[in-house]
């Protein structure tokens, strides 16, 4: 017995053949498109790439001018006049640069992405980053007043409640006066006793009486004795 195999032909319209046809080259242009913006999207990314090296780069470069041996690390040792004209000449240019870049950079960049919200945090905290400028005794970092706080923030569950707010204000004063007691070289138990032995006294008697009890006006047996 023999079989014979029927070839079966499916036949369009025209219109539906054009119609495929117009599909087809739809396809054509979307998926050229596609590429087309994948390779923007890549040519975008290793510009922002670039510019974010870059930027790194003249963030360390800024830090090392303003913190550097020759600069702020330099200055520890001067006078607060001296340290005031220092600064101006070497860091308020650094300074007026960054400000500059900022600035320009601010119309170029989306606010909301991550470099437009760094860029608008620094100018919105300007005034306060620039204000050790005006003051060669103020300091460029708050890392010393970090570091004093750091013992009290440690172990600042052993004194969760201060019972009531006259509490917590005595608290505070106590913890600035062995601080500052440690920053000018001073022992702290020694400075305190000294303190409170005069400030009652010299509090009904002298208006300016404050300033006679600061670290400046400690005599020797408070300071600290060298090992």
Request: with cysteine; charged share 25%; proline share 5%.
């Amino acid at each position: 017995m023999q079989t014979s195999s029927a070839v079966e032909m499916v036949t369009i319209s025209r219109a539906e053949y054009e119609r495929l046809q117009q599909e087809k080259a739809r396809n054509a242009k979307l998926e050229a498109k596609l590429a087309a913006r994948e390779q923007e999207q890549a040519q975008v990314i290793t510009s922002l790439t670039l510019q974010n090296e870059w930027l790194l780069e003249q963030l360390k470069l800024s830090k090392k001018k303003l913190f550097g041996r020759s600069s702020e690390q330099a200055f520890a040792e001067l006078a607060p006049e001296e340290r005031y004209e220092k600064r101006l000449k070497q860091a308020k240019p650094v300074l007026d640069a960054l400000l500059s870049w900022a600035n320009e950079m601010q119309a170029k960049t989306a606010p909301k992405s991550a470099l437009g919200r760094a860029i608008h945090y620094l100018l919105e905290q300007w005034p306060y980053l620039t204000r050790y400028l005006e003051d060669g005794r103020l300091e460029l970092s708050n890392n010393r007043a970090e570091r004093s706080i750091k013992p009290f923030v440690m172990g600042r569950k052993n004194w969760l409640f201060a019972n009531t707010p006259g509490g917590a204000q005595a608290s505070a004063v106590t913890y600035s006066l062995i601080e500052t007691a440690k920053e000018n070289g001073l022992d702290p138990y020694r400075y305190l006793l000294w303190v409170l032995q005069n400030a009652p006294q010299l509090s009904e008697t002298d208006e300016t009486w404050a300033e006679k009890l600061l670290p400046a006006r400690a005599p020797k047996e408070c300071y600290m004795p060298h090992k």
